[in-house]
């Protein structure tokens, strides 16, 4: 039995603890959310709409197809029938469970996803997680320009829907504190770091590129810890949400401690099925009893990079360790 207060943010919603399943194959359904939700999770991030999803499917149609008009009827039902498929899960869900039930869309551009974003509160998303998820692959790319789209997407997003967005974002980008300092101004209430994009790998033995590990452990949780802990003092009007790497309660009262507002679980379920939530929740809820903490925001944030501590977070640490040693 938890014994503490747990309650929690996510972008502006209350949660009744910091725990919340990130988007995923776990997301994908109804049933699947149910059993979330009964396992104690917050709130769920359903599985995101893909641009490339409906742009695919509908290219995929159209190479049957030689006939314009018969291509541009296609082109439409495909795309409603999606989306149609998706509206309905978010509605069931809605109805069937009193958690929050946050919409997520992953793209790269905006545009006409916007409008998606629209029917995705209709159907009674409570807040919208918006997935940026770009790979500059081009000699001619430009960074000032992939911020000024990561601005363009989150600040059109949150003229277009009345309910909390949050941005989920990739860790490789060498000015993430300003860019989210940036972002803080767009209307978003959160950001949620980090996303994962598909990781590649090498078969040596076939000389071919294969799929590399889709899942994390608690020691991808460095990234995470740093950056929300920086952006957690530098960008206090941000709420941050933090995803990859944790696994365990000790993985979620770090990321709590250096100034996360909740936690996002998705490897952990996948390897350990949704009576993680439970066993996350107890492991909290007991260190916090030792600890002799009532409630998360007695701790929250104590370990961000203060500025008295901000070196702890730098180059600096880098210096002093690797120059010691052997
Ligand atoms: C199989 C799988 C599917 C995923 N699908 C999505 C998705 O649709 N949208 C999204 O924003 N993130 C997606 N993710 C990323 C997760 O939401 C999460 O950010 C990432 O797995 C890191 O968290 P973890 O360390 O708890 O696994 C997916 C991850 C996995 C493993």
């Known amino acids: ?49 893909f641009e490339e999803q409906l742009e695919g499917l509908t290219q995929q149609l159209s190479q049957e197809q030689d006939h314009v008009e018969a291509y541009d009827y296609i082109n439409q039902y495909v795309q409603s029938n999606e989306i149609e498929k998706h509206l309905e899960i978010i509605r069931t869900a809605k109805k069937e469970n009193d958690i929050p039930i946050i919409a997520s869309v992953n793209c790269f551009k905006s545009g006409k996803w916007v409008e998606y974003a629209k029917h995705l509160v209709d159907a009674g ?3 919208l997680e918006v997935n940026i998820m770009r790979l500059e692959t081009g000699l001619n790319a430009d960074p000032s320009s992939v911020i000024k789209d990561h601005l363009a997407i989150a600040k059109e997003i949150s003229n277009e829907v009345n309910v909390p967005v949050a941005v989920k974002l990739d860790r490789h980008f060498s000015t993430l504190v300003s860019l989210i300092d940036r972002l803080s101004y767009t209307g978003i209430k959160g950001v949620t770091l980090f996303n994962r994009s598909y990781r590649m790998d090498v078969d040596i033995q ?24 920086l952006i957690s003092a530098k960008v206090p009007k941000v709420c941050l949400s933090a995803s990859t790497g944790i696994h365990t309660a000790e993985d979620a009262l770090k990321a709590l401690l250096v100034g996360a507002s909740n936690v ?37 944030g104590k370990l961000k990079a203060h500025e008295e501590d901000a070196t702890l977070y730098s180059r600096m640490q880098f210096m002093k360790y690797f120059s010691n040693k052997e």
């Open 125 to 127: 998303a409570d807040a």
């Open 206 to 229: 076939h000389e071919r590129i294969v799929s590399g590990k889709i899942l994390t452990s608690s020691e991808d949780l460095a990234d995470t810890l740093r950056y929300t802990g």
């Open 264 to 300: 996002q679980l998705c490897s952990t379920l996948y390897q350990n099925g949704p009576s993680q939530i439970q066993a996350i929740l107890q492991g909290i809820d007991s260190w916090m009893s030792d600890k002799q903490y009532r409630s998360i925001s007695e701790f929250r």
């Open 1 to 49: 039995m938890i014994k503490n207060d747990l309650t929690s943010q996510y972008a502006g919603l209350k949660l009744k603890n910091p725990i919340v399943v990130a988007s995923s194959g776990q997301t994908d359904s109804v049933a699947k959310i149910k059993k979330l939700a009964e396992a104690g999770a917050a709130a769920v991030v359903i599985k995101s709409l």
